[in-house]
């Protein structure tokens, strides 16, 4: 089992930054490959971005290119999302996932709790 713990949410201005973290345990972190996912109330869950266990490789949802980057630190057991130039419809509930493998990433088996991300206009 792998435990995830989002935070780093909040309420911000368009235009602003926030940075996510999810801390991970319970397993070795530098083995699993990790990704952001975001969900609206009423919409589907929606991939935003991963990266491969060692860090090397990374992907992003076209919405969030340029402006968000993820990152990992396998000392710490964690996974960032950096997210800049925010926008009003990057309002969601955002959640990390875990996998073994990065070609799976975008249906992790392992899933955090959500941290809650608001723009306003």
């Known amino acids: 089992q792998v435990q995830l713990v989002e935070s780093g949410g909040g309420l911000v201005q368009a235009g602003g930054s926030l940075r996510l973290s999810c801390a991970a345990s319970?397993?070795?972190?530098?083995?699993?490959?990790m990704g952001w996912f975001r969900q609206e109330p009423g919409k589907e869950r929606e991939f935003v971005a991963a990266?491969?266990?060692?860090?090397?490789?990374?992907l992003y949802a076209n919405s969030v290119k340029g402006r968000f980057t993820i990152s990992r630190d396998n000392a710490k057991n964690t996974v960032y999302l950096q997210m800049n130039s925010l926008k009003p419809e990057d309002t969601a509930v955002y959640s990390c996932?875990?996998?073994?493998?990065?070609?799976?990433?975008?249906?992790?088996?392992?899933w955090g709790q959500g941290t809650r991300v608001t723009v306003s206009s």
């Open positions: 319970g397993r070795t972190f530098s083995n699993y490959a």
């Open positions: 990266i491969s266990s060692s860090g090397a490789s990374t």
């Open positions: 996932g875990a996998d073994p493998n990065f070609s799976r990433i975008r249906i992790p088996d392992y």
